[in-house]
């Protein structure tokens, strides 16, 4: 059974960076989509990032473009969100997740849905301030 953990969450101001990490331990990350997904305080769960396991097309929502991406490294089984220019409003915890099983279609082009992951790691807290 998959099992995943994250860590590099923290406090920054607004325009500085971070890097989350989500090791897994159970299964080979690479052969599964990976997604981030964050919660801010009184909202819903959202996707942020998506990376399939069959090829590089990413999805991203709008609002992280050209400021979050999403890798992995097969070697040491770790998946990373990298996180750019961050706003107050990239606050919240973030998970990462995969799906139970392998296959596609699980970034698709409206974003990751949640219902559809059934492995998460605990989160980690990202709090940006102005």
């Known amino acids: 059974q998959m099992q995943l953990a994250e860590s590099g969450g923290g406090m920054v101001q607004a325009g500085g960076s971070l890097r989350l990490s989500c090791a897994a331990s159970?299964?080979?990350?690479?052969?599964?989509?990976v997604s981030w997904f964050r919660q801010a305080p009184g909202k819903e769960r959202e996707g942020v990032s998506c990376?399939?396991?069959?090829?590089?097309?990413?999805y991203n929502r709008d609002s992280v473009k050209g400021r979050f991406t999403v890798s992995r490294d097969e070697a040491k089984n770790t998946a990373y969100l990298h996180m750019n220019n961050l706003k107050p409003e990239d606050t919240g915890v973030y998970y990462c997740?995969?799906?139970?099983?392998?296959?596609?279609?699980?970034?698709?082009?409206?974003?990751?849905?949640?219902?559809?992951?059934?492995?998460w790691g605990q989160g980690t807290q990202v709090t940006v301030s102005a």
């Open positions: 159970g299964g080979t990350l690479s052969s599964y989509a």
């Open positions: 990376m399939p396991s069959t090829d590089w097309i990413t």
């Open positions: 997740a995969t799906p139970s099983s392998v296959g596609r279609g699980y970034c698709s082009a409206t974003g990751p849905s949640a219902d559809r992951f059934g492995y």
